[in-house]
Each structure stands twice: as C-alpha cells, then as structure tokens.
Nanobody
C-alpha cells in the first residue's frame, strides 16, 4: 500500500507564491510518474503538471511559465512551485502518484488534497 500526502496549501494574495509538496510512502519498488491536478468548485479536475522518473515534465497551458514541478527521488517527494498566482488558480490541489510494486504492478494512488486560495 502507498500513502500520498500533500501539504503547503493556504491563502495567498494575487501575485504571490506557494510551494506544494507531495510525499509518497509505504510499500513499493519504484515511483514512476507524479502528477498534480486541481479542481475548482463546479469544475472538472484538470492536470496541472507532471514529472516522470527521469525528470521529464509537462504543464497545463494555463500555468506554463508560472509553475514549476520538481521531485526529490530519494525522498519520494514532488514539489509544485507556484508563482504569480491568480484568483483562477484557486482550487483543491491533488497529487497522483504512480508506483510500481512486484506484487501489484503499476498503480495510481491519490492524496487527500490541499486547498489553495488566491484572494486579496
């Protein structure tokens, strides 16, 4: 079993910054892709940023140039540095971790989410 815990959300003014963390722990052989999603009230969950085990990244168009995803492989943790935040970035942010274990193969695990609110 794999546990995924997000942290770092909060209230920030427009133009401000936050750094989210996503930590994976438990029983697994390898962490593959780590992905940040977000979901605003009344909207569908959308992919924000993704990073592979080799460090390749991709971003939603709406955050490119403002958000940066990174990971610390030794700590099984991914980070999302969010700069120049806008009110439209307000959402619950979720981390999805794809982990491989010999007994279960590759599976996706989700965290409980962390709230980001951008408001003056």
């Amino acid at each position: 079993q794999v546990q995924v815990v997000e942290s770092g959300g909060g209230l920030v003014q427009p133009g401000g910054s936050l750094r989210l963390s996503c930590a994976a722990s438990g029983s697994f052989f390898k962490i593959n892709v780590m992905t940040w999603y977000r979901q605003a009230p009344g909207k569908q969950r959308e992919l924000v940023a993704e990073i592979t085990s080799t460090g390749s990244t991709k971003y939603a168009t709406s955050v490119e140039g403002r958000f940066t995803i990174s990971r610390d492989t030794a700590k099984n943790t991914a980070y999302l540095q969010m700069n120049s935040l806008k009110p439209d970035d307000t959402a619950a942010y979720y981390c999805k971790t794809n982990a491989y274990d010999w007994s279960t193969g590759s599976r996706d695990y989700w965290g409980q989410g962390t709230q980001v609110t951008v408001s003056s």
